[in-house]
DNA sequence: GTCTATAGGCTGATAGAC
DNA sequence: GTCTATCAGCCTATAGAC
């Protein structure tokens, strides 16, 4: 895929992925149409059908694209020891950091200044909260690891709650950051500050610390300031 | 309206806002399709036009309808007696109390046996993700009162939290009741459990207990059993 | 690989009969 | 208020020239 990346035959390739990210981010799969995408791209429409097999083919690649982009670096997390070895909760206690820095700050951190990472999250999040039928596997595929990731680390530091409970708390989490990213419209309506994204990492670290207190993890992030 | 509501004449135009919650829940505004609309209502594709100028008028009609099936009821809270004023800190937990309780059982507990209910929920959910231009307003002006709400209750109990801290907490919380509700399918799925949401209150008290004790208001939901 | 031209179908809106 | 018929425009997909 590099080497296609890399062959200047496929440029026009590459920028229909690119312009599918940012008009499918806007508009949705149906509000989007290939046209535009490849106006967009500066290229031709008909080569959606050559180069993806059509309207669906292309978004499966935007996608692939933005999880090889955003979500595969971030998968870069330390293996964890097993449960029970010497040092195993401070590993658990630094694996759970790079997840939640991971995802607030390489996932869902954007300072506006790339257009298509801001696109590539929009469209992402939206994914996750209606999937399309056609690409659900390609979601639970790249998703699933971080789900027993995040609980391994959990159990690791709270090895007191049963199974029922480590699940409402990863879901939680997991939750909570993913409603940050939903909530970003609204949330933007609501406080009539268009500007409002470069303060996301600070209200999302705000309530992350209420919630590692309530969680009896308070040291996950400490404060320097506090 | 309901007087409308009420007159037979008006049945088709009802029938019309029932499905067309349904159908833009299932495919957003531009995947569904005035036509599939009205078969669905069995009605005429011509009474869009005539009973709400439009599909964008009919999408507006619908949103309004949930708001006043769903979210309108719940705002029937006390209100809270002005800060610094004996026993406000009291009434706030009480207020509190209320609106998680209204959330959590009102307008979130959902046993599947109402498909509009069901579909209500998402079109919502994804409005707030990804608002329309058209709807934003209405949106705003439904939301507001919940968020103003919810923070007037949090700054009662943590009078040592500045504005953006009262915010962020808010948004946490109200994050985290609709973050259970849209997660259903997914939970579900993942634990391979149909019967799982007759659980759901418990999971959602569980987490809210957490992150309560992270706010330090461990008392809003006294543990019988603790 | 890239293009033009076009087919075939669907869309929302509307005019006008009843 | 409800219907049929229809319009103009957009859509995706494709055939075929280069």
């Known amino acids: 895929m590099n080497a296609q990346a890399a062959d200047p035959a496929h440029a026009s390739r590459q920028r229909l992925i690119e312009a599918a990210i940012l008009t499918f981010a806007e508009k949705g799969f149906d ?74 700050i390489e996932l869902m951190s954007c300072d506006g200044s790339d257009p298509v990472d801001e696109a590539a999250m929009i469209l992402m999040a939206r994914e996750m909260q209606s999937p399309r039928p056609a690409s659900s596997a390609l979601l639970v595929e790249h998703i699933q690891p971080y789900v027993t990731y995040l609980t391994a680390c959990l159990q690791a530091l709270r090895p007191d709650l049963d199974e029922e409970e480590l699940f409402a708390t990863g879901v939680s989490i997991q939750g909570l950051l993913i409603h940050f990213r939903n909530s970003l419209g609204i949330i933007r309506l609501i406080r009539s500050n268009p500007g409002y994204p470069e303060d996301l990492e600070k209200v999302i670290r705000h309530h992350i610390d209420f919630s590692l207190r309530g969680l009896g993890i308070p040291e996950a992030f400490p404060q320097p300031g506090n």
Chains 1, 2 share one sequence.
């Open 31 to 104: 509000g989007a149409g290939i046209r535009e995408i490849a106006r967009r791209a500066k290229a031709n429409s008909a080569l959606v059908a050559y180069h993806f097999c059509g309207k669906e083919g292309l978004y499966l690649e935007a996608l692939k694209a933005i999880f090889s982009r955003k979500v595969s670096p971030v998968s870069q997390l330390a293996d964890l020891p097993s449960p029970g070895a010497p040092g195993a909760r401070e590993a658990a206690l630094q694996g759970f950091r790079n997840y939640i820095r991971a995802f607030v």
